[in-house]
C-alpha cells in the first residue's frame, strides 16, 4: 500500500480543470485517453493506425500516472485510462471512476540504467554505481507516486545500491521527464523503462535490472465511468494484433491475442 502526499492533491486536481477543455466525450467520433507518459510514442501510433481503421478520432494527455488517475477520480472527461502499474488502477477502481469489468492488461516492460549514449556498461553494485555518479544524482521519477520511481525503487533495494543512491537522487515527475534529463547531460545516470531508453538516441542502456528484482511491469486499461460506446472498440483494438505490433516495435512486451 502506498500514500499519496497532500501536496499532490491540488495539483492533480488543478491539471483536471485545465484538461477539461479537452473533453472527449463532447464530440462525436473521438475519444480522449488519458495514459501513462512512458507511452506516448507507442499511442500516438496506435492512435493514428486506429482513426485510419476506424475514422474515430483519438486525444491523448500523457502524464504521470499518479496525476492523471487523480484526475480520472475527480470526473476529468476521459473515455479510457491507461495507467503504467496495477496499483493506480486499483485505486481508480476503488474509486468507481472506471468500468472494472472493462479493465484489461495491453502492455508490459523491462526496467534499466541508462547514461550518456558513448558510457560504458555498469555493473550493477555499489562501488561501480558510486564511481560512475562520482558525487552527482541518479535521476529517478518520484518513488512515491510514478509508477516507474515505485519500481526504480524496489529494484535498487533488492539488488543492494539503495543504500548507496538514497541520499543522491534527482527526483522527477515522470520517467520521460527522467529520460530527458539524462539525454540532456544534466545528470549522469538514470532508471527508466527499456521502451523509454528505446526511442531515445542520446542514451545506451548501461545495464538491465532483473525482472525478478521489481514486481512486473504491466500496463492495465480501462474505459471510464462516463466512457461512451467508442472507448470498448478502442479497448479491444490495444489486445489485437495491429496494436500489439506497434508496442513489440516500440520496446514494450505485448500482452494481448
Known sequence: MFRFPRRFFGIAVSAAVGLSVMAGHAFAGQITVFAAASMTDALKRIGAAYTDKTGTEVVFSFAGTGALAR???AGAPADVFISADEAWMDYVGKAGAVKPESIRPIAANSLVLVGAADAEPLALEPEALAGRLDGNRLAIADTETVPAGRYGKAALEATGL????????????NVRVTLASVAR????????????AHIEPKVRVLAVFPAASHPAIVYPAAATKGAGEAAQGF???LTGPDAQAIFTDSGFTGVGG
Not at 547531460?185 to 523509454?196: A, F, H, M, Q
Open 71 to 73: 484526475q480520472v477520480e
Open 162 to 173: 539503495w543504500d548507496t543512491v538514497a541520499d543522491h537522487l534527482a527526483p522527477m515527475d
Open 185 to 196: 547531460g544534466d545528470t549522469p545516470l538514470g532508471v527508466v523503462y527499456g521502451s523509454d
Open 235 to 237: 479497448l479491444e483494438y
